[in-house]
């Protein structure tokens, strides 16, 4: 069914209350790839997939109360006008419709929380996106993104942002203004550093960066006091930061396939780290107060040079190799 049908159906029951025409309209059509919820008697919102039109129907845009639009798997080129007139819109999904750049529309819906384009051919962001103040989260994975613009930097409601599976080679220092930020995940890019002050991400907990070229982390990581969960492998990362015992909160730690030679022994303050992954890197050896790490569990040292363990090893007593 084409954009015109769908249309044809819509002025059949145009004279009707929203919600019955909604109802309506979804009895007459011959395929169902549009799914809704209902709250308080109101639309609040609708999910397309496999919607086989290249300019999304006005009248699905006509629904006043929409707060959650879901759109999968659909080739979409062109949103309807009445698309900025979702004055309550707050959660925008639009995943594998081959868009190449965000719908211009979205920059308008400042009560916009999360904005998820991921598994799209977008390459470049709008400076506009400044305008989504009260954005959370934002999802642009599995781009052709190469570069971010500085206005990202005003988004300082942002605490979730995923940049995995792009082109980026570098991060504006304007990043380092998402103070509410607590997870990244910048994955599979072309980045060879981060910011020289990234530690100033203070409520950071939730840090990816895997398959980079990453070949040193900047001295302030070790700033990073509110870090659970830290993710780098497969980069060509040579020496840690030597001041890690900032990082109190760290209980996740991963670095295989680096290639890392020492280990500072600040590691050992690490009170709370439980899992340590050093795979495939070219170590010799580790820091003699190694076993202070109490609350080790799980400890893979595979693909290393290592040919003697610290005696303090011996102290860790639920360590699983």
Known sequence: MNTN?????YEEVLDLEERDSFFLLLEKLNYHPITYKIEEGKIVQIGLTDLHVRKIPHFLFELKNLKRIFIHNSEIVEFPQESNNLGSLEYFSCVKCSL???????????????????????EEISN????????????????????LPESIGNLINL????????????????????????????????????????????????FASQFNFLNFLPNTFSQLSSLEICILNDN???????????????AKLKLDNNKLQTIPSSIS????????????????????????LLKLRTLCLSNNYICELPISITKLRNIFY
């Open 128 to 147: 506009s996106i400044c305008n989504l103040i009260n954005l959370q989260t934002l999802n642009l994975s599995w781009n052709l993104i190469q570069s």
């Open 100 to 122: 190449e750049k965000i719908p211009s529309f979205i920059f308008n819906h400042h009560k916009l929380k999360s904005l998820i384009v991921a598994h799209n051919q977008i």
């Open 236 to 250: 060509e990362i040579e020496n840690l930061p030597k001041n890690l015992e900032n990082l109190k909160s760290l």
């Open 5 to 9: 049908e769908y249309e044809k159906i």
């Open 159 to 206: 605490k979730e942002l995923n940049l995995a599976v792009n082109n980026l080679k570098e991060l504006p220092k304007e990043f380092l203004k998402l103070k509410s930020i607590e997870y990244i995940n910048i994955s599979t890019n072309k980045l060879t550093c981060l910011p020289k002050n990234f530690g100033n991400l203070h409520k950071l907990r939730k």
């Open 269 to 292: 303050s690490l009170n709370n780290l439980e899992i340590l992954s050093l795979n495939q890197n070219n170590l010799k050896n580790l820091p003699i107060f190694f076993g202070d």
